[in-house]
């Protein structure tokens, strides 16, 4: 059935360097969703990406959809101690709605 | 505000007991979903629902249950028939396919 893995499962950083999270599947994507959520709380929705080669930005953080549309990424930019939390990927289906999520990234940030 | 209203927020309940955790939601959304989330495992689909009166299984329902009466409520029942069912649990909201979820702030079950 549908599977997304997600890489790296954790994810330690400075202030203020950079941090990816990687999104890949073994067949075609319809669509791709980002989710952030904080420690002890609820995912909440960033962006959804559905085009080939998409690329959308806000603020420090950059989605991209690969070509094929079988992986996508997460960057942010200078990360600082707000960022900290667990990202997620999903993968939308067309027919039902319901998404199957990734593993997710934990990403920690050292003042 | 519109939104998703989860509760309890903590449950504690003993072995062999059926609870159900309460889902509501404001927003006029047709369909609702049901996740777990495990540490290290990421959310689950336990069921989902596109309409009123009706339903699907996800991936791990065994051992739950659950209704749509009415657009509003999805309620979730964790059966004495789920082995593990210690888990935070996640109910989400959706517009249509264009939109991401939003999620309620989640019930975290503890079974003694």
């Known amino acids: 059935g549908q599977q997304v893995m997600q890489i790296p499962q954790y994810q330690h950083v400075q202030e203020g360097e950079d941090f990816t999270t990687y999104c890949n599947s073994s067949?075609?994507?319809?669509?791709i969703q980002w989710y952030k959520q904080r420690p002890g709380g609820h995912p909440v929705f960033l962006i959804q990406?559905?085009?080939?080669?998409e690329v959308k930005k806000q603020k420090r953080l950059t989605f991209q959809f690969g070509e094929a549309k079988k992986n996508s990424s997460l960057h942010i930019t200078a990360t600082q101690t707000t960022d900290v939390g667990t990202y997620f990927c999903?993968?939308?289906?067309?027919?039902?709605?319901?998404?199957?999520f990734g593993q997710g990234t934990t990403l920690q940030v050292k003042p | 505000d519109g939104g998703i209203t989860q509760s309890p927020k903590y449950l504690f309940r003993k072995e062999g007991q059926n609870v159900t955790l309460s889902c509501e939601q404001n927003?006029?959304?047709?369909?609702m979903y049901w996740y777990r989330q495990d540490p290290g495992q990421g959310l689950r689909l336990i069921y989902y629902?596109?309409?009123?009166?009706?339903?699907q299984k996800g991936d791990i329902a065994e051992g739950y249950s659950v209704s749509r009466e009415k657009k509003e409520s999805f309620p979730l029942t964790v059966t004495s028939a789920q082995k593990n069912p210690t888990a935070f649990y996640l109910c989400?909201?959706?517009?249509?396919?264009?939109?991401?979820?939003?999620f309620g702030s989640g019930t975290r079950l503890t079974v003694v």
């Open positions: 999903a993968e939308g289906s067309s027919n039902t709605g319901k998404l199957i």
């Open positions: 067949t075609t994507l319809s669509n």
């Open positions: 629902s596109q309409i009123v009166n009706d339903f």
């Open positions: 989400a909201s959706r517009a249509n396919r264009n939109y991401g979820y939003t």
């Open positions: 990406l559905v085009k080939s080669g």
């Open positions: 927003l006029n959304h047709d369909a």
